[in-house]
């Protein structure tokens, strides 16, 4: 059966050379437009320098980030600082802020003004929260809003109690969606562009053991980014971020992080290519990342799935 349908097929590129060998070019033309694209994409957004964005997003504006007095947050914070941007610190620690705020004046720009709205992110979902913190930055001339808190939960999803859960659905999910619906009404009032930056990750690439809750999170993350900037394509420039590795708190006790940049260098590369995408890895070491990590992640999801069933056999 096989035989006769491939004798068939070589009776008629034998009878039809010409047409067969036109859609073999036009295969290959269109494989190569398609990768040459890539390879153009890659060099522009990671070494041509991206918008002045002080100029596109309107000068005296304010950049409001959450968890920012350390980690990622803090890199955005330091980096939209030095692009002359005022800032709002949606935090929990006033005290860390206004340390950081005093670091900021002393180090980058002595005139920025800095607001500082405390809120424990663990609490966003509950009744009234977020209407407080819309209610307190009503008027104010906000043009980037920066989705940054999240945490980490890993391990074994057994090992996961309800609180966990919860919180983490709280911080990386709830804090995400209410502040964007809680001011993008704002950021569409306004004369000139305004942008949304929301923190995925890399680990929503692909499916990995130990990491369920937080690689589904990071999905959604990414997922409602992306939706957000079709629906408001033109209007808002809305960036996904996956980030891999990056040195902050929440990756201190981990051991062996490939490719791992500091805070600053992930907020850097990431504002350089705002307005000219809707998702990114920032650092182009995490978009090799991105490549190798595809490669290894069957072996990887084997060597973790072992390592969880002998640490339950040793309890
Ligand atoms: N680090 C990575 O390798 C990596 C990679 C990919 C994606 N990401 C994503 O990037 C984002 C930031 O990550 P990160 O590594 O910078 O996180 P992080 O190290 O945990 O961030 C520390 C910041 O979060 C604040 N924070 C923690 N819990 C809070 C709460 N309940 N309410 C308010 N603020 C709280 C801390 O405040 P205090 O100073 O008061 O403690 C601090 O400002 C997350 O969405 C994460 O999923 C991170």
């Known amino acids: 059966m096989i035989k006769q349908i491939l004798d068939k097929a070589d009776q008629f590129i034998d009878k039809n050379k010409r047409l067969v060998g036109a859609l ?30 002080i100029q596109r997003y309107g000068k005296g504006s304010y950049a409001a980030i959450s968890a920012c007095t350390d980690g990622i ?26 340390q950081l705020a005093e670091e900021i004046r002393q180090k980058i720009n002595k005139d920025i003004d800095i607001r500082i709205v405390e809120i424990d992110f663990q609490n ?10 819309v209610e307190n930055l ?9 989705n940054n808190v999240g945490m980490l939960i890993h391990g074994s999803f ?4 309800f609180a966990e859960i919860n919180n983490l659905i709280s911080m990386n999910c709830g804090a995400q969606t209410l502040l964007t619906r809680g001011l993008i009404q704002q950021l ?28 589904a999170s990071k ?12 629906e408001y394509k033109g209007r808002l420039d809305i960036l ?12 201190d006790g981990i051991n062996e992080k490939f490719f791992e940049i500091t805070p600053e260098q992930c907020a850097h590369n990431v504002l350089r290519q705002l307005g000219r995408t809707n998702l990114t890895y920032g650092h182009y070491k995490h978009q090799l990342t991105a490549f190798f990590s595809d490669l290894v992640i069957n072996k990887l999801n084997s060597d973790i799935r072992k390592q969880l069933e002998n640490s339950k056999k040793s309890n």
């Open 188 to 215: 569409l009032q306004r004369k000139q562009k305004s942008a949304i930056i929301n923190l995925s990750s890399l680990s929503c690439n692909s499916p990995m053991v130990g990491y369920a809750m937080y690689g």
């Open 73 to 98: 947050g803090k890199g955005f914070a330091l980096e939209l600082a030095r692009r002359g941007f005022n800032l709002v610190m949606l935090i929990r620690n006033a005290k860390k802020g206004e």
């Open 219 to 230: 999905s959604f993350n990414d997922y409602f980014s992306r939706s957000l900037s079709e």
């Open 158 to 161: 057994l090992g996961q109690n």
């Open 240 to 251: 996904s971020v996956r980030p891999g590795w990056v040195n902050t708190p929440m990756t």
């Open 124 to 133: 966003i979902q509950k009744p009234g929260v977020i209407e407080a913190i």
């Open 24 to 53: 073999a070019f036009l295969y290959a033309a269109g494989l190569a437009t398609k990768s040459l694209g890539k390879i153009f994409g890659f060099i522009n957004r990671q070494f041509l320098p991206g918008y002045n964005l």
């Open 138 to 146: 009503k008027g104010l001339d906000i043009s980037i809003l920066v």
